[in-house]
């Protein structure tokens, strides 16, 4: 199994970023997918997620409204649109997927939220 995420940055508060992350070594479209982010000092938290078909969807209150998950089964990709962005957003963003009750993690990207 093997995740790699992309489209971290620094962006201004107010501001948007779509972070994507590219899935290989499983059944992508049989798996549900995850956003998880960790700030400085604080534990990883789930930020998103979303089935295995896409249909359901599921936000930390703190997002909720803001960000919005989806995935292309097609392509293997899952993404994460991030909207209105605040300096609270500031951690590092990573994709999880949990194959045979086994979890799996990207390398993470950096979102930093600064004006």
């Known amino acids: 199994v093997q995740l790699v995420e992309s489209g971290g940055g620094l962006v201004q508060p107010g501001g948007s970023l779509r972070l994507s992350c590219t899935a290989s070594?499983?059944?992508?479209?049989?798996?549900?997918m995850s956003w998880y982010r960790q700030a400085p000092g604080k534990e990883r938290e789930l930020v998103a997620a979303?089935?295995?078909?896409?249909?359901?969807?599921k936000y930390a209150d703190s997002v909720k409204v803001r960000f919005t998950i989806s995935r292309e089964n097609a392509k293997n990709t899952v993404s994460l649109q991030m909207r209105n962005l605040k300096p609270e957003d500031t951690a590092v963003y990573y994709c999880?997927?949990?194959?045979?009750?086994?979890?799996?993690w990207g390398q993470g990207t950096q979102v930093t939220v600064s004006s």
């Open positions: 979303i089935s295995s078909g896409g249909d359901i969807t």
């Open positions: 070594g499983f059944t992508f479209s049989s798996y549900r």
């Open positions: 999880s997927v949990k194959v045979w009750d086994k979890g799996y």
